[in-house]
């Protein structure tokens, strides 16, 4: 049963294996240990009894963290089908004393942290050619996944399910993993990163110096669970001062540990992490099913599933899937039908070619959706207990899904609950994210898209030292962020920011650094950027209930040096400087017109005027000031004069395709349906001779071809039903209505003249 003599026992277990937990606790229950030691951080030791206190739900994780640095920290997840939960389950109710036993994080982080200062002094280069995990053989990662593949297995994880989670007799399972992984680590090559072979050494020393330590304690059977990598390493000891002077002298950082909610997300390998499994819920099947499959019911499961979501799946579907995942398990000399044979049968039987039942059943069958739950008594800083306090009063769910909350600030309690989620955007915890709104565009309406994410409970910790609350941490981070802002566009984002999270204090710290800032820089594209977010205030100042007035009042200091300086700015500007500022005018131009001041509009008219006729200023910016005048000052003989001197035959093609480019950079939809500016370019297009015609075309075509292709074919469309009507195009600019008939047909005689009739 165990693979070493007495009084220690070790049991080499997979992370989060279903058929290791369960011929676990069977091989625990036959020994009766007096010492349960478990692979896991020390620190987290006086943890270890909420393991089974009411009201804690795996999956969980044990979180380590360095108070003073939070960003050093360490997770240990546990599911209801780990060998190490079901150990610390089975020492708990038998009442066995338990402790874990790995390298405490006070020197794992503490090492860490070193190799990270050590890494930032060396180059790229020096790094590249040190090596790196990337690398190494994948057998420390996942030795048994290379057994598996070595037996012939599709992978790793069809091997240990057939070989290990569905075996009902695990009296010899530890004995032969430990063999298995001796043989393994004998072929292994050493580790070329220094940093993780000195890692693993201290590791598996610190592991001995725990085992010795229980021994000298007079226990006579110790159960000792571990990774099955490590197994070996702990088999045969060697001295005890070897390992001590190991140990000697190791970096140390303070270590605080507490509880927090896992989910099966980033249980799974996909998440990124390391000691993953492909799939958490079919484990769980796995683990409430004895280690059957089953297909009957998780076929059943399948159905119920598929029907929720609006899909056909018929009991003669589920029928013939569970048919067939026998037949191919029979076919394939397998003991029962696995993972990879239900798989196989669904895509068969109930895809019909497409992906959309196979990627449902992946997401809700194969990783899951299970959030954990954590007991009252775990430690907590004030920060999340006022945190989870104010989720329970503005009823906002924690799950690990996305849920969608729609808000309507008129609303005491939606608004309340905007600002509380803007609250925690500025603490670094982007629980919600705000979509666009389906429907009524009015101001007084958000959509959230919520999703909670276990890393969270490390940046509640990393914002705890600003404040106690939500409120208050928000305030003081904002305001340390505002005396850090490094430009203007960070600072406007973060007045934007405050003014949604209603943190007034904050607000008036970071627009006492906006103005001052503002009035020393005469960077105008800086300026430009500043200003939409300012712009916003329009509408907070009346649904949201803020005072707006000191926004406002930077807002029009801006707004007037902007003016003053656009035109100079636009001075000599290549291709690439000239399309970002071309942004930056329609960005700022739309601003203008959200904050609806008629002084701006005033203003940025002239300013318009400026740059759409100065000397020196790149094509493309003329041409796009041209167009917004255009759109909204109602300039069009002035447009007209415009774009005839800008596409004129002595203009050089290049200047004249960048004009037509800014003119018309908002895609081709507005000119299908606005007449005016129809008119002008059908006008244009229309007046020029054969020659010129040639000569524009490339540039024309250039510039249409950005267009979506629907816009292109209805542009040419209304071109097609208007050819016949010359007079439709010119009364759209209001040419017909003003033509003097008596002077033209005073021209009559001349033209019968010049053509010969």
């Not at 705000?434 to 919520?450: M, N, Q, Y």
């Not at 208050?472 to 949604?500: C, G, I, K, S």
Request: a negative charge.
């Amino acid at each position: 049963m165990a693979a070493s003599t007495n009084p220690v026992h070790l049991f080499g277990i997979r992370h989060h294996g279903p058929g290791c937990a369960r011929s676990l606790v069977k091989a625990l229950e036959a020994l009766q240990p007096d010492g349960l030691l478990i692979e896991g951080p020390p620190e987290a030791d006086s943890l270890l009894a909420l393991a089974g206190a009411e009201g804690m739900e795996p999956p969980v994780a044990l979180l380590l963290y360095a108070p003073e640095a939070p960003k050093y920290a360490a997770f240990y997840p546990f599911a209801e089908f780990s060998p190490e939960w079901q150990a610390i389950r089975y020492a708990l109710r038998q009442g066995v004393p338990v402790q874990f036993m790995d390298l405490p994080q006070t020197h794992a982080l503490a090492l860490a942290k070193e190799r990270e200062a050590i890494e930032a002094t060396l180059s790229t280069t020096t790094l590249g050619e040190s090596g790196g995990e990337g690398d190494e053989p994948d057998l420390r990662h996942d030795p048994l996944g290379w057994l598996g593949q070595a037996a012939g297995y599709g992978g790793g994880e069809e091997w240990w399910e057939h070989t290990v989670e569905q075996r009902q007799d695990g009296e010899h399972l530890f004995a032969a993993i430990a063999e298995a992984l001796t043989a393994v680590r004998a072929e292994t090559p050493p580790l070329t990163d220094p940093f993780e072979a000195r890692r693993e050494i201290l590791r598996e020393a610190f592991m001995r110096k725990t085992i010795r330590a229980a021994q000298k304690q007079g226990r006579e059977r110790i159960a000792v669970v571990c990774g099955a990598w490590h197994v070996p390493a702990l088999a045969q000891m060697p001295s005890v001062s070897a390992d001590n002077e190991l140990l000697k002298g190791l970096p140390k950082l303070k270590v605080e540990a507490t509880w927090i909610p896992w989910t099966y997300e980033r249980l799974a390998a996909a998440s990124g992490y390391r000691a993953g499994i492909d799939a958490p819920a079919w484990y769980e099947h796995l683990w409430r099913r004895g280690g059957r499959a089953d297909p009957a019911v998780w076929f059943a499961r399948v159905a119920r599933l598929l029907r929720e979501a609006q899909m056909d799946c018929s009991s003669a579907h589920i029928i013939e899937c569970v048919r067939l995942t026998e037949a191919l398990a029979a076919m394939r000399d397998r003991p029962a039908p696995g993972l990879a044979e239900m798989l196989e049968a669904a895509q068969t039987v109930l895809t019909t070619g497409e992906d959309g039942p196979l990627r449902l059943i992946r997401r809700d069958l194969l990783v899951g959706r299970r959030f954990g739950a954590i007991a009252e008594g775990a430690p907590t800083v004030p920060l999340q207990r006022d945190l989870e306090q104010r989720q329970k009063t503005l009823r906002l769910k924690v799950s690990a899904t996305q849920e969608t909350l729609e808000l309507d600030l008129r609303k005491d309690n939606d608004l309340t609950r905007s600002q509380f989620l803007y609250r925690l955007r500025l603490l670094r915890i982007p629980w919600g994210k705000v979509t666009e709104a389906r429907g009524g565009k009015g101001t007084f309406r958000e959509i959230w898209a919520l999703q909670w994410q276990p890393e969270f409970a490390l940046a509640v910790i990393e914002a705890a030292p600003y404040g106690n609350t939500v409120a208050e941490a928000a305030t003081a981070l904002a305001q340390r962020t505002a005396t850090e802002a490094a430009d203007l566009p960070t600072l406007t984002d973060l007045v934007n920011q405050l003014l949604l999270a209603d943190l007034p204090e904050a607000l008036t710290v970071a627009m006492r650094e906006l103005e001052s800032r503002a009035a020393l820089t005469g960077d105008v594209p800086q300026l430009m950027a500043a200003i939409p977010p300012l712009a916003q205030v329009s509408r907070y100042s009346d649904v949201r209930k803020t005072d707006a007035a000191q926004v406002l009042h930077v807002l029009d200091s801006l707004v007037i040096r902007v003016c003053i300086g656009l035109a100079m700015a636009c001075q000599a500007l290549d291709d690439d400087a000239a399309a970002t500022m071309t942004g930056q005018i329609r960005a700022l131009h739309n601003a203008i017109k959200l904050a609806d001041r008629p002084d701006h509009h005033e203003a940025w008219r002239n300013t318009l005027r400026q740059v759409a006729d100065a000397s020196g200023v790149h094509d493309q910016v003329r041409g796009v000031a041209a167009r917004l005048l255009l759109d909204d000052y109602s300039a069009a003989d002035d447009t007209a004069d415009r774009m005839s001197r800008a596409l004129s035959r002595g203009v050089a093609p290049e200047a004249a395709a960048a004009w037509l480019e800014g003119f018309l950079s908002d895609g081709g939809a507005i000119l299908v349906h606005d007449n005016v500016l129809f008119g002008l370019v059908d006008q244009w297009v229309t007046g020029l001779n054969m020659d010129h015609f040639t000569q524009v075309l490339p540039l024309v075509r250039r510039t249409f071809a950005t267009f979506p292709a629907p816009a292109r074919r209805q542009i040419g469309e209304r071109v097609k039903r208007e050819s016949s009507n010359v007079g439709l195009a010119e009364s759209s600019i209001g040419g017909a209505q003003d033509w003097d008939l008596a002077r033209a047909e005073a021209l009559i005689p001349a033209l019968k003249l010049i053509l010969g009739r």
